[in-house]
Nanobody, 123 residues
């Protein structure tokens, strides 16, 4: 099982980015996939999750209304569309799967992790 996160970069406040999480060794449609982020000096924070099967999506309050998680089953890829970015969104973003059908918010519930992609929001 491998997860490959990509799409990070430098963006100005108010801008947008789309992160991708490419899965191999398993079928994302059958397992939940989540996004976390970790800013320097802070704990890893749950951001969003999409469950298995018919997608249901969940968001942290800090990103609700600005971020959208989606899944492309044909590409075995989960996306995180991030709009209206602000400097507080600056962090390394990780995708992960608990390898269960349902979502979870605790990092310890996640079994497999991608390597992270850096998002920097700055003018």
């Amino acid at each position: 099982v491998q997860l490959q996160a990509s799409g990070g970069g430098l963006v100005q406040p108010g801008g947008s980015l789309r992160l991708s999480c490419a899965a191999s060794g398993f079928t994302p449609e059958r397992y939940a996939t989540g996004w976390f982020r970790q800013a320097p000096g802070k704990e890893r924070e749950w951001v969003s999750c999409v469950n298995a099967g018919v997608p249901r999506t969940y968001y942290a309050d800090s990103v609700k209304g600005r971020f959208t998680i989606s899944r492309d089953n044909a590409k075995s890829t989960v996306f995180l569309q991030m709009n209206s970015l602000n400097p507080e969104d600056t962090a390394v973003y990780y995708c992960a799967t608990p390898f269960t059908a349902g979502c979870a918010t605790q990092p310890g519930r996640y079994r497999y992790w991608g390597q992270g992609t850096l998002v920097t929001v700055s003018s």
